[in-house]
Nanobody, 120 residues
Framework: QVQLVESGGGLAQPGGSLRLSCAAS????????MGWYRQAPGKERELVAS???????NHADSVKGRFTISRDNTKNTVYLQMNSLKPEDTAVYYC??????????????WGKGTLVTVSL
């Protein structure tokens, strides 16, 4: 069974930093695009940032210059470094990955989410 497990969420003050991690485990042959999404209360889930297995990144305009996505292909892990946090960054952050298993088949997996709260 392949799964994504996020970690690193929590409480931060405005202007502070947090680093999220998402590790994929299981019988994985390869992983394509990995990404971070977030969903604030009463709002739709939105893309925060994504990264291909070759390292090409894409960041939402709202986080450009503050958040940085990266990945370690040897560890099947994607990271989101969040700096200069704002209260409007408060949301549940979800990891997403496109996975091909050794047994074959292409799957789009989601993590269970990790809560980030930015508040004094």
């Amino acid at each position: 069974q392949v799964q994504l497990v996020e970690s690193g969420g929590g409480l931060a003050q405005p202007g502070g930093s947090l680093r999220l991690s998402c590790a994929a485990s299981g019988s994985i042959f390869s992983i394509g695009v990995m990404g971070w999404y977030r969903q604030a209360p009463g709002k739709e889930r939105e893309l925060v940032a994504s990264i291909t297995n070759g390292g090409t990144t894409n960041h939402a305009d709202s986080v450009k210059g503050r958040f940085t996505i990266s990945r370690d292909n040897t560890k099947n892990t994607v990271y989101l470094q969040m700096n200069s946090l704002k209260p409007e960054d408060t949301a549940v952050y979800y990891c997403k990955a496109e996975v091909i298993k050794y047994s074959g088949g292409y799957y789009v997996l989601w993590g269970k989410g990790t809560l980030v709260t930015v508040s004094l």
